[in-house]
C-alpha cells in the first residue's frame, strides 16, 4: 500500500517556504525522499531511519514520526531551481531489519515563481 | 563520479516483441533495483537484486518479466511478448548500504536517468 502525500500540488513564490508530508499505514524502517524533474531521473534528497538518524542535502531538513509513520520535507527560502515533483518513498520493516525496496508516494508537484 | 547508466534511452517495440532493457550501477554498488513509473504516477518496484540474487522479485507484474545480474553489476530487464500496458519509464537504482551510528542501514538509491518504453 503506498503511502499518501500531501498537498498534491503547492505554487511557491520565490523565498516562501513548502512542507510537504508522507503517512504511510505501515510501519516503517526508513523514508527516503527524491525530487524529480521532467523527463529526469529522481533525485535523492534524503534518508530518515528509525531511530531518528538522518542523512541528505544541507539545505534539505525533514522529519519522521515514527509513531505515526509520517514525515514531513521543509523547503525554506525556495528558489526557482527547488521546482518539480516530490516524492517520499517509504521502506518497511521486514523480519527486524528494512525492506530494501521503497513504496512511492504519487508525489507532490513544487512550482517556484519568480 | 559515474551515475547509474541504462540504455536504450528509447525503445518502441510492436505488442508481441522481446525487449532488453539494460543497467550499469554506480560502481561498488552491491545492490541494484529496478522500478517502472507510469505518467504521473511514483516509481513502482519491480525487483531487487543483492549481488548475482534477486532478493525480492515480488514486484514483477507476471512471468513475462525477467531479470538477470550475472556477474553482480550489470542487469538486464528482460520482457517477452510485450503487451500496450507495459509502456512506462523503466528506472534502475543502485545503492551500497552502510551502518549508521545507531546500528540502523543507510540504503539511499540513486537512480538512472531510465529507458522509456512505447508498445505499440
Known amino acids: 500500500q503506498q503511502p499518501v502525500q500531501s498537498p498534491q500540488a503547492v505554487i511557491l513564490r520565490e523565498g516562501e517556504d513548502a512542507v510537504i508530508n508522507c503517512s504511510s499505514s505501515?510501519?516503517?524502517?526508513?523514508v527516503h525522499w527524491y525530487r524529480q524533474k521532467h523527463g529526469e531521473a529522481p533525485v535523492f534528497l534524503m534518508i530518515?531511519?528509525?531511530?531518528?538518524e538522518q542523512k541528505g542535502h544541507e539545505k534539505i531538513s525533514a522529519s519522521f514520526n515514527e509513531k505515526k509513520q509520517q514525515s514531513s520535507l521543509y523547503l525554506t527560502a525556495s528558489q526557482l531551481s527547488y521546482s518539480g515533483t516530490y516524492f517520499c518513498?517509504?521502506?518497511?520493516?521486514?523480519?527486524?531489519?528494512?525492506?530494501?525496496?521503497?513504496?512511492f508516494g504519487k508525489g507532490t508537484k513544487l512550482s517556484v515563481i519568480p | 563520479g559515474a551515475g547509474v547508466s541504462q540504455t536504450p534511452s528509447n525503445k518502441v517495440t510492436e505488442k508481441g516483441k522481446y525487449v532488453e532493457l539494460r543497467c550499469d550501477p554506480i560502481?561498488?554498488?552491491?545492490?541494484l533495483y529496478w522500478y517502472r513509473q507510469s505518467l504521473g504516477q511514483g516509481p513502482e518496484f519491480l525487483i531487487y537484486?543483492?549481488?548475482?540474487?534477486?532478493?525480492?522479485d515480488s514486484g514483477l507484474p507476471n512471468d513475462r518479466f525477467f531479470a538477470v545480474r550475472p556477474e553482480g553489476s550489470v542487469s538486464t530487464l528482460k520482457i517477452q511478448r510485450t503487451e500496450r500496458g507495459d509502456s512506462a519509464v523503466y528506472l534502475c537504482?543502485?545503492?551500497?548500504?552502510?551502518?549508521?551510528?545507531?546500528?540502523?542501514?543507510?540504503?539511499?538509491?540513486?537512480f538512472g536517468p531510465g529507458t522509456r518504453l512505447t508498445v505499440l
Open positions: 518513498g517509504t521502506e518497511e520493516y521486514q523480519s527486524g531489519a528494512g525492506s530494501y525496496q521503497l513504496t
Open positions: 537484486f543483492q549481488g548475482t540474487g534477486a532478493a525480492d
Open positions: 505501515k510501519a516503517l524502517y526508513s
Open positions: 530518515l531511519l528509525k531511530g531518528g
Open positions: 537504482a543502485s545503492s551500497l548500504a552502510t551502518f549508521a551510528s545507531g546500528g540502523a542501514t543507510y540504503n539511499e538509491q540513486f
Open positions: 560502481s561498488g554498488h552491491t545492490a
